[in-house]
């Protein structure tokens, strides 16, 4: 029943673990294209993972939001470069603004603890 | 901790199992308007959950998205008429555009392995 | 494997207990901004973790669904003040259009039970 949350500030943990299920807060990336933000957002969830000892190979499921779904193909050319091809995980992708203009991809990550 | 992914594609799995919980990966449906659409949308949740012996009446929560609002009153009309009246799972759902403009109804199904 | 449905109507559950994890319902709020419908929102989260003996210190993860995110720093000054600022949750928000046009905020939350 134990709860361990990482990273936390005045409006959110980063990282919250609940017996085997780790739960990220939705992570965007940086950079002018659809590519650069995807690749960098990638990279914060391989590092918020492996900070809990864990990688993309235990990721049960995630959400992608687009804030224009035009970016769909080029962002799927990062992601699936990106998986794990043994162990890819349930995914699902809507389009959604996010918190400020230039962001244009955002991810949330439940994951499962080793 | 064991994970099971089922139907596995370079970019996702449709099912992934951990402990007790089932992820489904966005399920879309086909035909050319909502209740369509939603109905064999639904028969596809049906049949995944059926592939790991489970059903509609373990489903914990859902996420739907529909492309436009506008739908929301058809798209319950099958929705009410298919969840097992004893088991309703919690629910959300909101706009968001989906992968491509005909997909009009896509649900993201958590649900409890038997 | 137990599964518990608490404020069952005919198109879900308000609550949902799976295990140590309870889903509830996408909760709305009331009122004609977004300060006044986000505050009454929380209360709803609130109250319906008290029915199951848990409190917002144990909020795992939520999403937030805005239906214009001109009004995200506006909501996050009532979200900051709310959380357990020992125990902040994961989070993610996005633009999403709600089942009214009057719904100007919706969030998911998952928590763990006591």
Redesign the interface.
Known sequence: ?K?T?LH?????????I????I????QVGSGNNITEQTTTMLEKVDALLAEVDCDKS?I??S?I?LSD?SN?AEM?LV??AW?D???????????????TEALLV?I?V?A???
């Open positions: 029943m709860i949350r936390k500030t005045e409006r959110m943990s980063k990282v919250v609940h017996n085997d299920t739960y990220l807060c939705g235990r049960l499921t959400t939001w779904m769909f799927n992601w699936d998986i091809p043994q162990n890819p995980p349930a995914r699902a992708c809507g389009e959604a603004r996010l918190a955002e949330i439940t499962a603890k080793n």
